[in-house]
C-alpha cells in the first residue's frame, strides 16, 4: 500500500520519496548513512567520529527543505526507539512521514490508518482467483497457505505470484 502511495503521489513530495527500511533502529541508520553518502552529507563530525542520530537526520531533512519530501519508513517494529526520527523544528518545508508498522498504538506520535486482513474466505477466494483454481482439490493446500501467511494481503499477493512463475517454470518443462 505504501509503495502504490508513493507511485501514485510522488509529484506532491516534488519526487523526493525516499524509501528506509525501518525494523531496527541499526537498519534506519544503514539506510540514512548509504542515503548521507548520496547526498554528500558527511556522516563523521570535525573531530571524526561518527554524527549521532538527531544531527545526521537532521541534516538529511535540511537538504529536503527546500521542496517537499515523502520519508517513507518501512516495518517499524519498535515505535519508542522511533521518535529519534520525528522531524524537529526545520525552517523551509517538514518532510512528511509514511511509517508502516504491525503496532497500532502510536498515541500522540503519529496519525493511524489500520489496513485490514484477509479472512480466511477472502484469502481462500483471492488465491482460488489469482491462480485459476476452479475446483476444491487443492482446498487442503490452500488452508495451510493461509494459516501460514495470517492474513496479510501483501503476503498473499507475493505468495501466488511465486507460485504461478513456478507453474509457468514447471510447465515449460513438462512437470506437473
Known sequence: VA??????YAALYDHNVIWINAETKN???LCLRKLSGQLDINIKDNYGNQKDVGELIHEIYSYFSAEKSLFIFDNVENYQEFSDFI???L?????TLLITSR?????NIATVLSIDIFTEQEAKEFIKKELSIDNDQQDGKIRELITLLQGLPLAFQQAVAYIDVQRNVNSDYGIS
Do not use: F, H, M
Open 3 to 8: 509503495l502504490r502511495y508513493a507511485q501514485e
Open 91 to 95: 525552517k523551509g518545508n517538514t518532510p
Open 103 to 107: 503496532y497500532s498504538n502510536w498515541k
Open 87 to 89: 522531524p524537529k523544528v
Open 27 to 29: 537498519d534506519i541508520l
